[in-house]
């Protein structure tokens, strides 16, 4: 019987990538609680290429003194439910992510995370059977970054 290699661990908050969407460096707050996981983006367009849904949506990441515009094919349209229990109907996109060496396709829906901390969050269906978390560090897979214990932001 093989041994299974244990899932990597990871810190309540991260820097992440989607390199295909050409953003890097994205500070996401990892979430277990959370389903699905979001970008603080604003959609500007919806539009068809070639047979397929595209959307086409503006990301503002701090730091970052340039919004960003970025296209991706869109799946759905989902009602997604808020932590305050409002049900958006949202856009979801379907995108390479990248946390510390692992890159994996998740979905995310197109979120207003303005009065968020942070502009990411990664729920439950895109950490399952990758990562485990460690609520007690950050920046456990982000290089460069001193890992830190406890919630001090």
């Known amino acids: 019987m093989a ?3 244990p899932p990597n661990v990871i810190g309540w908050r991260e820097l992440v990538d ?17 389903r699905t ?10 539009f068809t ?11 503002d990441i701090p730091g970052v003194s340039e919004r960003q515009i970025c296209e991706a ?3 759905d349209i ?8 409002e049900t958006q109907r949202r856009f979801v996109i379907k995108t390479p992510l990248r946390i510390g060496t692992t890159t ?16 990411m969050l990664i729920g439950r269906s895109a950490l399952r059977r990758r990562f485990v978390v460690d609520s007690g560090h950050s920046w ?13 932001t």
Request: hydrophobic share 35%.
């Open 18 to 34: 989607l390199p295909k969407l050409g953003l890097t460096g994205i500070p996401a707050k990892i979430d277990s609680g959370a």
């Open 104 to 119: 994996f396709r998740a979905e995310f829906s197109l979120a207003d995370r303005a009065d968020m901390k942070f502009p």
């Open 3 to 5: 041994i299974k290699t």
């Open 78 to 85: 989902r009602g997604i439910t808020s932590s305050n229990g």
């Open 49 to 59: 290429r070639d047979g397929e849904k595209f959307v086409r949506f503006a990301v």
């Open 73 to 75: 094919v869109h799946v």
């Open 140 to 152: 456990l897979q982000t290089p460069g970054r001193k890992p830190v214990k406890g919630h001090k």
């Open 37 to 46: 996981s979001s970008l603080h983006a604003e959609v500007l367009d919806q």
